[in-house]
């Protein structure tokens, strides 16, 4: 089972960018699929982005599609968010997930329900 460490959050204005990462530990990080999720204050988590082992497959909330691209280096166990053109809603902490396998069934996961759940990065956009 993997172990996911995320880095990369911070405070940033609204229209900026941000790159975040995720650091996997163990060697079967290849085998993962991997995912972003986000929770925003007093809000429920909500899916971001979605990539598969090869990183072939990439799936994205519609909130975020063509403002935030999702990539992986298997070579570095990390997965990458990067987030530009960023608005006020897209503050709140972003956790990196993985399922075994596949990233296809991403969107619905759960802390409970994934094969790794990060301890989340927090990301403030200010207006």
């Known amino acids: 089972q993997v172990q996911l460490v995320e880095s990369g959050g911070g405070l940033v204005q609204a229209g900026g960018s941000l790159r975040l990462s995720c650091a996997a530990s163990?060697?079967?990080?290849?085998?993962?699929?991997m995912g972003w999720f986000r929770q925003a204050p007093g809000k429920e988590r909500e899916f971001v982005a979605a990539?598969?082992?090869?990183?072939?497959?990439?799936n994205f909330a519609d909130s975020v599609k063509g403002r935030f691209t999702i990539s992986r280096d298997n070579a570095k166990n990390t997965v990458y968010l990067q987030m530009n053109s960023l608005k006020s809603e897209d503050t709140g902490v972003y956790y990196c997930?993985?399922?075994?396998?596949?990233?296809?069934?991403?969107?619905?996961?759960?802390?409970?329900?994934?094969?790794?759940w990060g301890q989340g990065t927090l990301v403030t956009v200010s207006s």
């Open positions: 163990g060697r079967t990080f290849s085998r993962y699929g």
């Open positions: 990539i598969s082992t090869s990183g072939a497959y990439t």
């Open positions: 997930a993985a399922v075994l396998g596949t990233a296809r069934t991403m969107p619905s996961m759960t802390p409970l329900t994934s094969d790794a």
